[in-house]
C-alpha cells in the first residue's frame, strides 16, 4: 500500500468533512450534489477498468433508490437497513445480469446494460400499486429533517465507501486482474486469471455502491420516482467526471467530479434544459483530444517542465 497516497487521500476526506463547518447551506448543498456523483462517477470507473463499460448506472441506481424507499416505507425499515437492501438489491441484480451476459464482450455487455437502464423505469410505472406509479412514492420526511449538516456528512461517508473500494480495486492485485483482462484477455487467461470471476466480482461490487447511492438520494429527497430515479444525468454526468478527471484512476473521477459538479451547478441555472448537451460534448471532447484527462495532462506537463529543467 502506497502511505503517502493514503494519507493524501485522508487528509482530503478530513478537510471535506470540514466544510459544513465554514460554508453556507447553498454551497454545502452543490458540494452534497458533487459527492453523489462523484461515488457514481468512481463506480463506474472501477468496472471499466476491467475494459468493460456499464451503461446501465442510471438503472441500478433507480434499483437502489426504488428498494431503500420502498422498504422504509411498505416494511417500517429503519432508514439504515433500507439503504443497505437498497445496495444489496442493486448488487443481486447485477449478479444475475452478469451471470448471463458478462461472457459477452465490447459492446454487447454494454448494449445489454443500456437496455436494462431502459426497461426498468417502464417496470416502475406499470406497478403503481406498488411504486406509485409515474407519480412515484414520497417519503413522510427527509433524513436529518433536511438539515445540510447531516445530510453532507452521510453523503461524505458514502462516498468515503466509493474511494475505500476503489483504492482497494488499485492498489490490490485485483488491479493486476483488471488490467491484464483489459489489456488482453487471452494473455490474462494464460497466467491463470479466472476472467468471469474477476469481471462478475467487479460489476456486482460496482453496483453495490451505484444502489447504496440511490437509496441514499432517496431519503435526502424524500421520493423516487421513474422519470427523476433513472434519469440519464446519472450516467451521463459521471461518466463525463470520470473522462474529465482521468480514467483507471481513484484521483481522476475525484477530480472531474469536483470541476464539473462545480460547472454543472452554474450550466443548470443558464441552461436548465440543455446541460445534458454539455455533459455529452465533454465525453466527446476529452475521448477524442484528451483521453487521458485532466490529470494527465497535468502529468504530462510536469514531466517535459522536469526534463527541459535537467538540461
Known amino acids: 500500500m502506497n502511505l503517502k497516497r493514503t494519507a493524501v487521500l485522508v487528509g482530503g476526506i ?21 459527492l453523489f456523483y462523484l461515488t457514481l462517477a468512481l463506480s463506474w ?13 442510471s438503472g441500478l441506481f433507480g434499483v437502489g433508490a426504488y428498494t431503500g424507499a420502498l422498504l422504509f416505507l411498505n416494511l417500517g425499515l429503519s432508514r439504515v437497513w433500507a439503504i443497505l437492501a437498497g445496495g444489496v438489491a442493486a448488487a443481486v441484480l447485477a449478479f444475475l445480469v452478469g451471470l448471463a451476459v458478462l461472457g459477452l464482450r465490447g459492446m454487447y455487455f454494454a448494449i445489454t446494460s443500456l437496455a436494462i437502464a431502459m426497461i426498468l423505469p417502464v417496470v416502475a410505472r406499470n406497478i403503481p400499486t406498488v411504486t406509485g406509479g409515474p407519480a412515484g412514492r414520497m417519503l413522510p420526511e427527509v433524513i436529518f429533517r433536511g438539515e445540510v449538516r447531516g445530510t453532507f456528512w452521510l453523503v461524505l461517508g458514502l462516498a468515503v465507501i466509493a474511494i475505500g473500494l476503489s483504492e482497494l480495486f488499485q492498489q490490490s492485485r485485483i488491479r493486476f486482474a483488471l488490467t491484464a483482462i483489459r489489456n488482453n484477455e487471452w494473455v490474462a487467461k494464460s497466467c491463470g486469471i479466472n476472467v468471469f470471476r474477476y469481471l462478475l466480482f467487479a460489476f456486482t461490487v460496482t453496483s453495490f455502491i451505484q444502489g447504496l447511492a440511490g437509496a441514499t438520494y432517496a431519503h435526502v429527497h424524500g421520493f423516487v420516482a421513474p422519470e427523476g430515479t433513472f434519469h440519464v444525468s446519472f450516467l451521463l454526468l459521471p461518466m463525463a467526471m470520470a473522462l474529465l478527471g482521468g480514467i483507471y484512476s481513484t484521483e481522476g473521477s475525484i477530480v472531474g467530479a469536483v470541476i464539473l459538479g462545480t460547472l454543472s451547478e452554474y450550466l443548470k441555472l443558464q441552461i436548465p434544459y440543455g446541460h445534458l448537451l454539455v455533459y455529452g460534448a465533454v465525453i466527446v471532447v476529452v475521448t477524442l483530444f484528451a483521453p487521458r484527462g485532466v490529470l494527465g495532462i497535468v502529468r504530462t ?4 517542465f522536469l526534463l527541459a529543467w535537467e538540461r
Open 14 to 34: 478530513a478537510v471535506a468533512a470540514a466544510v459544513p463547518l465554514w460554508l453556507g447551506a447553498y454551497p454545502v448543498q452543490v458540494a452534497i450534489n458533487i
Open 301 to 304: 506537463g510536469v514531466n517535459k
Open 45 to 57: 470507473d472501477m468496472l471499466l477498468r476491467s475494459g468493460q463499460i456499464n451503461f446501465g448506472v
